[in-house]
Nanobody
């Protein structure tokens, strides 16, 4: 069983910073990539940032230059440093992993989500 657990959400004023973390645990054989998605109120879930094995990263245009994704512990933990936060960044942020469990093929796994609220 593979689990993803996020932490670090909360409330912040516009211009502030937050750091999200996500740790993958369980019977993991290999991790191909890890990503952060977000789902604003009354909107669809969207990709925010991704990091692949080897370190290649990609970002949504709306967060480039403000958000940074990084990985620790051989991709088992990823972080999202969010700076210069704007009200439109308000959303539930979800961690996603393309992970191969010990007894199976690669599959999509999701965390439970963490709320980020940016308001004055």
């Amino acid at each position: 069983q593979v689990q993803l657990v996020e932490s670090g959400g909360g409330w912040v004023q516009p211009g502030g910073s937050l750091r999200l973390s996500c740790t993958a645990s369980g019977s993991i054989s290999s991790i191909y990539a890890m990503s952060w998605y977000r789902q604003p109120p009354r909107n669809q879930r969207e990709l925010v940032a991704a990091i692949a094995t080897g370190g290649a990263t990609s970002y949504a245009d709306s967060v480039k230059g403000r958000f940074t994704i990084s990985a620790d512990n051989g991709m088992n933990t990823i972080n999202l440093q969010m700076n210069d936060l704007k009200p439109e960044d308000t959303a539930v942020y979800y961690c996603n992993g393309i992970i191969q469990p010990v007894s199976g093929n690669y599959n999509d796994y999701w965390g439970q989500g963490t709320q980020v609220t940016v308001s004055s």
